[in-house]
T-cell receptor, first 114, second 117 residues
Framework: GESVGLHLPTLSVQEGDNSIINCAYS??????FIWYKQESGKGPQFIID?????DKRQGQRVTVLLNKTVKHLSLQIAATQPGDSAVYFC?????????????FGTGTRLTIIP | GAVVSQHPSRVICKSGTSVKIECRSL??????MFWYRQFPKQSLMLMAT?????????EQGVEKDKFLINHASLTLSTLTVTSAHPEDSSFYIC?????????????FGPGTRLTVT
């Protein structure tokens, strides 16, 4: 079936280094992708999004790359800080008009080592 | 802007009782709200889509008679867990879409931790 998943469940990065979190999706009709950050006991927080007609989008310290050929999405966080420690989820919305449901990936726990 | 609140943040109830969780969009109107459930160390799973003024749409496997959803206004949706059991213990999260934006973005609430004893 269709799914959105992540390659690695955990990732540890030294403070100040860059981190890359990966996500694979299987629905070739996926139209819109979002990365969320979730801290313990809190709701997801929007980080950055990208539409299927783009292959790269940058925000503050974050970059999302989309490779539609291999159905792969990544989130790059530059110069990581302790506050970046959290679980990161990718999510996708299909291209069906009116289908606004988000499908979440399994999540990657990012730990920043001081 | 675009703040979503949930009440209560934590609730403990006895098995067999019902619990109501509120989701409010504080500074925008939402014709559509979503309810998710998240078990420990797992991802968010959509339970239902709440539509203002009409019946909610439930995902496959979610019992609509157990998880009652009411979206009576453009800023409030409620989820009532009826006859709660320990296996219903989970983190319940709502989200809302701004009715006036063309964006797909959903604004998430802070979640409600339900513990059924």
């Amino acid at each position: 079936g269709e799914s959105v998943g992540l390659h690695l469940p955990t990732l540890s990065v030294q403070e100040g280094d860059n981190s890359i979190i990966n996500c694979a999706y299987s629905n070739s009709a996926s139209d819109y992708f979002i990365w969320y950050k979730q801290e313990s006991g809190k709701g997801p927080q929007f980080i950055i999004d990208i539409r299927s007609n783009m292959d790269k989008r940058q925000g503050q310290r974050v970059t999302v790359l989309l490779n539609k050929t291999v159905k792969h999405l990544s989130l790059q966080i530059a110069a990581t800080q302790p506050g970046d420690s959290a679980v990161y989820f990718c999510a996708e919305i299909g291209a069906n008009f009116g289908n606004e449901k988000l499908t979440f990936g399994t999540g990657t726990r990012l730990t920043i080592i001081p | 802007g675009a703040v979503v609140s949930q009440h209560p943040s934590r609730v403990i109830c006895k098995s067999g009782t019902s619990v109501k969780i509120e989701c409010r969009s504080l500074d925008f109107q939402a014709t559509t709200m979503f309810w998710y459930r998240q078990f420990p160390k797992q991802s968010l799973m959509l339970m239902a889509t709440s539509n203002e003024g009409s019946k909610a749409t439930y995902e496959q496997g979610v019992e609509k008679d157990k998880f009652l959803i009411n979206h009576a206004s453009l800023t409030l949706s409620t989820l009532t867990v009826t006859s709660a059991h320990p296996e219903d213990s989970s983190f319940y999260i709502c989200s809302a879409r701004d009715r006036w934006t063309l964006s797909y973005e959903q604004y998430f609430g802070p979640g409600t931790r339900l513990t059924v004893t």
